[in-house]
């Protein structure tokens, strides 16, 4: 579970598929999940900061966790985001400054384990027949951080598990 927004202050990081592999429609629903998290925390400058990048045939910082001290604001942005519609970004999650990707699962396994290693939790959703197991047990803190989905219009169903029962009464 997330943190509740009023009682809870954490950066929080979202990264958004935004490759032809996902429809428009999809992509909606993308970010009306990732608004919906938003909506259960305080965003301020002393409160949650909120990061987002957008990946496609490459990555693309959005948000940088500095850029938003307003709800309203960032909930605003995310809902003029436009999907970049290019090819899907199969080599690697993370972007290739950030190393060779000669292996893609070792890279995957060495980025995760330096997040990791700093204390943060990471939390993996896939959705659809394609998504792969083991990378997201990758990506994810723990198997509890797990969730994998058949549809987009299951990403309002796993809000609830992912913030305590104390933030629930904002959440749709």
């Known amino acids: 579970m997330l943190g509740c927004g009023r009682n809870v202050v954490v ?18 629903l993308t970010k009306d999940f990732v608004k919906d998290i938003i909506r259960s ?15 496609a045939s ?9 850029d938003y ?12 985001l436009t999907q970049a519609r290019a090819a899907r ?23 995760t384990r330096q997040i990791k290693n700093r204390g943060i939790r990471t ?3 896939g959705v659809g027949s394609d998504t792969n197991a083991t990378e997201l047990a990758t990506i ?4 509890n951080n797990v969730f994998r989905l058949d549809e987009f219009e299951e990403l ?13 009464g904002d959440l749709p």
Request: charged residues 25%; aromatic residues 10%; contains cysteine.
């Open 11 to 28: 950066d929080l990081g979202f990264a958004l598929d935004g490759s032809n592999s996902i429809d428009s429609n999809e992509y909606r």
């Open 41 to 55: 925390f305080s965003i301020s400058e002393q409160g949650t900061h909120v990061g987002l990048l957008e990946y």
């Open 58 to 66: 490459e990555a693309s910082i959005k948000v940088y966790f500095d």
């Open 69 to 80: 001290d307003d709800t309203n604001e960032l909930l605003m942005f995310v809902e003029g």
């Open 89 to 111: 970004w199969k080599n690697c999650l993370f972007s290739s400054r950030m190393g060779t990707n000669t292996d893609r699962d070792e890279d995957l396994t060495q980025y």
């Open 123 to 125: 939390i993996a959703v």
């Open 140 to 143: 994810a803190s723990s198997e």
């Open 156 to 168: 309002k169903l796993i809000i609830k598990d992912l913030t305590p029962i104390e933030c629930q």
